[in-house]
């Protein structure tokens, strides 16, 4: 398996941010499949998003950071196909926390 992967954050958009991004899968040199994903930060505290896989799904998402070490998330992703008459999507939730082991470090805010 291959995976390649790209994006980029925009900032500086006043209180909002913009991140699209994508994400290619080989399989023994064929592609599998592509995740295209495009992202917005309120506030530097709120993600919410939307992504696509093979244009055969479709997907929302969302984060919320309290306070500088603690993200909560939920993501939904739902097949356009014919599998999205048998399946009822897909449900993901997510919980990171950042440890600060060393506090000489200044760790910087991630966006990926």
């Known amino acids: 398996h291959t995976y390649l992967s790209a994006g980029y954050f925009f900032d500086g958009l006043s209180v909002v941010g913009f991140k699209p991004s994508f994400l290619l899968k080989f399989?023994?040199?064929?592609l599998s499949s592509i995740d295209l994903n495009a992202h917005i930060l309120?506030?530097?505290a709120i993600?919410?998003?939307a992504s696509t896989r093979n244009l055969e799904s479709f997907g929302v998402n969302g984060q919320l950071f309290i306070g500088d070490q603690l993200r909560?998330?939920?993501a939904f992703e739902l097949p356009l196909n014919s599998l999205g008459k048998t399946a009822f999507g897909t449900h993901e939730l997510m919980v990171s926390y950042d440890l600060e082991l060393f506090n000489k470090?200044?760790?910087s805010k991630r966006y990926y």
Request: glycine share 18%; net charge negative.
């Open 105 to 107: 470090h200044n760790l």
């Open 42 to 44: 309120i506030n530097e």
């Open 27 to 30: 399989v023994d040199g064929n």
């Open 47 to 49: 993600w919410v998003g």
């Open 72 to 74: 909560l998330g939920y």
